[in-house]
Each structure stands twice: as structure tokens, then as C-alpha cells.
């Protein structure tokens, strides 16, 4: 039962343009959501959050947005920078407010292009 | 400033065989984490553990595997008699004690185990 579900494997993208990476999820009772970003051989990195009461969090070119009703989430990347290349997790938590039980998506593999 | 450190990065074991998997949380973290991430799929949670306690062990296999996290030394997360099935990269986070509103934790790079 896949209660986080990125559906693109993978995303190419020129670089400059804007990258959207899409995950949704089935769980109600997630109130936190995150994004991670992973390298080849590393571990992945905290990247963007967004809890359930809002549905816009910005940090410098990640954008991450929240549909409660529809279950969805994406997260922005704008201008795409061939060093954003790497596999991106969506995660989603209940409420503990732990990182604890973090449910992962089965990831998106971003490609930027020169 | 170290981060969460594991060690090995990689491990060989041959069936039947005991692997054990090392994960030192960063600076004033008290709380780790142990996920897998199994070929093609998304990390899943194992275990959540604080010095000398279990606190939630809901996605532990319920057989051969088991984690500790001792008062003094690394969270050590112990799989007996490994199948080729356990082949996975398995990740440790760690966290300092979790307060109000959201408590990040910090992944370690990762332990690739391969069962042969």
C-alpha cells in the first residue's frame, strides 16, 4: 500500500527553466510534508518542508505547494541548475512532529540539461 | 561539525552470515532513526530509538533483525542470518530531542549491504 506516490521515475529539464516535480498521497492524517534531495552513494538531504496549514513554502528557488483536498503536492525549482541533477523524495509524516515514520515516495530522478 | 556518521559504507555478507550496521548521530542528537531503502523503492521506516530505549520498532521485520542505541557508543542496527532479500542501502537519521513543532532529523550516507 503506497500511501506517497511520485508516478514520474524521472524529469528532464533544460537548465533555466522551471523543474515540477509531483507527489501525491492518500494518507489523511498526514499533517507535515517534506522534500529530500539524493546524490549517487550519499544520503538524502533536507531540502524544503510544508506543514498542512499552509499550502505555499518558499526558500530561494524551491517552491514547495499544497492541495490538502486534492492530496497533492509539488515542489518548484526555478531557474534549474544542472546541480539540482539528483533523485528527489517526497515524504510525509503524522503527527509527532518527529522525524520518526517519515513515508517516502519511490523518488523522481531530475536530469538537467545544459 | 561531523554529520551522522555509518559505518560500513559497504558490507559483503554471504547468506546464513550476521551483518551489523553502525550509525553515530551527529553532535547533541539523542534520537536516530533507521530506514531502508530496498532496490527501485522509497525509504521505509524501521525503528526509532533514543539512548538505552526503543521507542518505536513498527517497522522491524519481526525476525532476525533488532537495534540498539547504548548509553555510550553508536546505534548499532544487527540483522542474523541475512537472506539475499535484506540487500538493500540502509540509512540512520538522527535528531536532537524532539520539541515543538517539527524536529529535523539528519541522514547518514548510507550502509549498502549486499547479501551473496
Known amino acids: 500500500d503506497q500511501q506517497v506516490k511520485q508516478n514520474s521515475p524521472s524529469l528532464s529539464v533544460q537548465e533555466g527553466r522551471i523543474s515540477i516535480l509531483n507527489c501525491d498521497y492518500t494518507?489523511?492524517?498526514?499533517?507535515?510534508f517534506l522534500w529530500y534531495k539524493k546524490y549517487p552513494a550519499e544520503g538524502p538531504t533536507f531540502l524544503i518542508s510544508?506543514?498542512?496549514?499552509?499550502d505555499k513554502n518558499e526558500d530561494g528557488r524551491f517552491t514547495v505547494f499544497l492541495n490538502k483536498s486534492a492530496k497533492h503536492l509539488s515542489l518548484h525549482i526555478v531557474p534549474s541548475q544542472p546541480g539540482d541533477s539528483a533523485v528527489y523524495f517526497c515524504?510525509?509524516?503524522?503527527?509527532?512532529?518527529?522525524?520518526?515514520?517519515?513515508?517516502f515516495g519511490t523518488g523522481t530522478r531530475l536530469q538537467v540539461t545544459l | 561539525n561531523a554529520g551522522v556518521m555509518q559505518n560500513p559504507r559497504h558490507l559483503v555478507r554471504r547468506r546464513g552470515q550476521e551483518a551489523r550496521l553502525r550509525c553515530s548521530p551527529m553532535?547533541?542528537?539523542?534520537?536516530v532513526y533507521w530506514y531502508r531503502q530496498l532496490p527501485e523503492e522509497g525509504l521505509k521506516f524501521m525503528v526509532y530509538l533514543q539512548k538505552e530505549n526503543i521507542i518505536d520498532e513498527s517497522g522491524m521485520p519481526k525476525e532476525r533483525f533488532s537495534a540498539e542505541f547504548p548509553k555510550e557508543g553508536p546505534s548499532i542496527l544487527r540483522i542474523q542470518q541475512v537472506v539475499r532479500g535484506d540487500s538493500a542501502a540502509y540509512f540512520c537519521?538522527?535528531?536532537?530531542?524532539?520539541?515543538?513543532?517539527?524536529?529535523?532529523?539528519?541522514f547518514g550516507q548510507g550502509t549498502r549491504l549486499t547479501v551473496v
Open positions: 494518507n489523511s492524517m498526514f499533517d507535515y
Open positions: 553532535k547533541g542528537h539523542s534520537h
Open positions: 515524504a510525509a509524516s503524522g503527527n509527532t512532529g518527529t522525524a520518526s515514520k517519515l513515508t
Open positions: 537519521a538522527s535528531s536532537r530531542v524532539p520539541g515543538q513543532g517539527w524536529t529535523e532529523a539528519f
Open positions: 510544508i506543514s498542512s496549514i499552509k
